[in-house]
T-cell receptor
Framework: NAGVTQTPKFRVLKTGQSMTLLCAQDMNHEYMYWYRQDPGMGLRLIHYSVGEGTTAKGEVPDGYNVSRLKKQNFLLGLESAAPSQTSVYFC??????????????FGPGTRLTVL | GENVEQHPSTLSVQEGDSAVIKCTYSDSASNYFPWYKQELGKGPQLIIDIRSNVGEKKDQRIAVTLNKTAKHFSLHITETQPEDSAVYFCAARSGASSASKIIFGSGTRLSIRP
C-alpha cells in the first residue's frame, strides 16, 4: 500500500493564480482531511470529508474549496491564491465508522509558495 | 469549540535524559488524545494515543498520562536518543462522536544533545 500520497510536492504560484492539490489514499478510508501547517501554529484543519460526495468546513476554510467525487481522492482548490496561503499542506485519512480505528494517516505534504 | 494548548514550544535535553511535553484541552467531552511525531520533511505519524477511560499508557520508552479532572495530558520520553529529535504534536478529539474532528496543539520541537 502506498498509504496517503499528495501531488505535487512543491509549487510556486503568483498572486491570483489558481491550482488544485490532489490527495489519494489506497486504504479504503472513509474520512479525509486537509490541514495547513504554519510555523508556531501547528496543524489547522481547512476542510474535511466523512465520505464520498460529502465535505465540511474546518477551522480555516476561507479561500479554499474541496471536492470528494471518489472515495479515494480528496482535492483542495485555491481559486485565487494569496501570499497568506503560503504554507505546507497536509492531507490525512482515517478509517472512520468504527470507533476503534482512530489513527489519522498523513501524506508527505505539499509546500506551496505564493508570490 | 475545542482548544488545545501545548508547552513548551521548544525543548532541548541531554541524550539519555527524560523529556516531558504538556498539553491542556478545553472540551470536557473530548475522549481521545493522540500524540504525533513529525520528522523533518515528512508528515506527522502517530506514536501513542490514550482514551479518556485510561489514566496512563506506556509503549517502551514513551508514555502518556491523562488527568481528566484538570483536562491535561502529557507525553513522557525516557532515555532519549538522537532519533527522538523531531516536532511532537498533541491533539484532542472534540466531542464524543467518532466523526468528531481532531484539534492539534501548536507543536514542540524536541532536540536531543549528544
Amino acid at each position: 500500500n502506498a498509504g496517503v500520497t499528495q501531488t505535487p510536492k512543491f509549487r510556486v504560484l503568483k498572486t491570483g493564480q489558481s491550482m488544485t492539490l490532489l490527495c489519494a489514499q489506497d486504504m479504503n478510508h472513509e474520512y479525509m482531511y486537509w490541514y495547513r501547517q504554519d510555523p508556531g501554529m501547528g496543524l489547522r484543519l481547512i476542510h474535511y470529508s466523512v465520505g464520498e460526495g460529502t465535505t465540511a468546513k474546518g477551522e480555516v476554510p476561507d479561500g479554499y474549496n474541496v471536492s470528494r467525487l471518489k472515495k479515494q481522492n480528496f482535492l483542495l482548490g485555491l481559486e485565487s491564491a494569496a501570499p497568506s496561503q503560503t504554507s505546507v499542506y497536509f492531507c490525512a485519512s482515517r478509517a472512520g465508522l468504527q470507533v476503534s480505528y482512530n489513527e489519522q494517516f498523513f501524506g508527505p505534504g505539499t509546500r506551496l509558495t505564493v508570490l | 469549540g475545542e482548544n488545545v494548548e501545548q508547552h513548551p514550544s521548544t525543548l532541548s535535553v541531554q541524550e539519555g535524559d527524560s523529556a516531558v511535553i504538556k498539553c491542556t484541552y478545553s472540551d470536557s467531552a473530548s475522549n481521545y488524545f493522540p500524540w504525533y511525531k513529525q520528522e523533518l520533511g515528512k508528515g506527522p505519524q502517530l506514536i501513542i494515543d490514550i482514551r479518556s477511560n485510561v489514566g496512563e499508557k506506556k509503549d517502551q520508552r514513551i508514555a502518556v498520562t491523562l488527568n481528566k479532572t484538570a483536562k491535561h495530558f502529557s507525553l513522557h520520553i525516557t532515555e532519549t536518543q538522537p532519533e527522538d529529535s523531531a516536532v511532537y504534536f498533541c491533539a484532542a478529539r472534540s466531542g464524543a462522536s467518532s466523526a468528531s474532528k481532531i484539534i492539534f496543539g501548536s507543536g514542540t520541537r524536541l532536540s536531543i544533545r549528544p
